[in-house]
């Protein structure tokens, strides 16, 4: 789904830059921290819902896969849209903060293919959604919006947005989904695993006034973790020295507790690990890696083909897509490899998976081995098969036109992290319930 923004005025990326040179985060923590990471499915998560079934919620995870990945689709998305991206009712993990002076508690999703900060808000001077639990800036003291001037901030017309001298943002999708509102500067923090929380001042964030469609009414917006510069990750600066980890449990867990490390704490070291370069590429908020090939057992398949128009940073690895998607042509060949060294009888999945067995009689899965330059990543049962029912397992992997996505069954139980100053991800297999 295609974000395209209006003719309302909104930041554009020079402010951006402008604002993060002079502001410093005076309140971080020295070293690192820790957050709580929660699935949307957790009985924590505001969208859980218990009358669904554990299938339910597979296929429901396995139908939003494919929703996002037209959403992410970089060739979709709209060039000066792309650092306000706002991703409608997706991703699949839910971070708890607090913004403002007194702090107001939000559940937001938190997103590593998006970018701006964005949270249903309250205007100072009215309110569009009397009924919804929003933030209100008249009663924080530290909270401000950017005034604006054309050097800083400008319509998509090129014409200033200085009329009424603050900057704005309008973000549209294909489904019709919305969200308008202000620039605004305020204080975020973070409840740390620890106890103490961990606040950061004068964070850039999307102050969402006017929102409507597909959003949840239980979440109160995005915390972008993507790679551009009003992400949290970029806003949080030499804090964290461009560090953030987390290791994802499996689905059958889904009710514990991930961990999201930040600084010093996500420094991923030991034994086993192995790193591949990210690639810097348009749009700079998604983290590309490059696929080279897939091993099924000792047979090795070359990526061949571009994804993403390169060799280069030719897959996204996304925490908020469930499968593993890719180009039809390989992926084609990829199941056929893996087809042939099991034994047992296929049966129809849930649209959109093409793979699937009898899961009443236990089968062998083949050995996949993902190879990324310079990483060899070797994957477990749980992260190439899932039971979408009580008596059908899939491979999680599917194809999708001329586009790669490395999704979170195949991170689970891996301890993954960035390094945006190196300009590395890494890769340890972890037991994410003792993590």
Known sequence: MAATASTTSMFFIVFAILVL???????????????????????????????????????????????????????????????AALIADSGEYLMNVSIGTPAFNIVAIADTGSDLIWTQCKPCSECFQQDAPLFDPSKSSTYRTFSCSASQCENLDGTSCSSNNTCRYSVTYGDNSFSNGDVAADTLTLPSTTGRPVAFPKTIIGCGHNND??????????????????????????SIAGKFSYCLLPLSDAGESNKMNFGTDAIVSGAGVVSTPLTKKFPSTFYFLTLEAVSVGSNRIKFTGSSLGTDDGNIIID????????????????????????????????????????????????????????????LAPLNTFVLVSDTVSCFTFSSLQEFAIYGNLAQMNFLVGYDTEKQTVSFKPTDCSKN
């Open 213 to 238: 469609g597909t959003f949840d009414e239980n979440t109160s917006g995005i915390i972008g973790l993507g790679g551009g510069d009003v992400s949290l990750i970029s806003q949080m600066g030499t």
């Open 319 to 378: 925490s908020g897509t469930t499968l593993t998607l890719l180009p039809e042509d390989f992926y084609s060949k990829l199941e056929s490899a893996v087809a042939s060294q099991i034994n047992a009888r296929r049966v129809d999945g849930p649209q959109g998976l093409s793979l699937c067995y009898d899961a009443t009689t236990d089968f062998a899965v083949p050995n996949i081995t993902i190879h990324f330059t310079n990483a060899d990543v070797k």
């Open 21 to 83: 040179s002079c502001f410093c985060l005076i309140e971080a923590q020295k070293g690192g921290f820790s957050v709580e990471l929660i699935h949307r499915d957790s009985p924590k998560s505001p969208l859980y819902n218990p009358l669904e079934t554990a299938s339910n919620r597979v296929a429901n995870a396995l139908r939003r896969s494919f929703d996002r990945a037209h959403r992410l689709k970089p060739s979709s998305i709209s060039t000066k849209a792309v650092d």
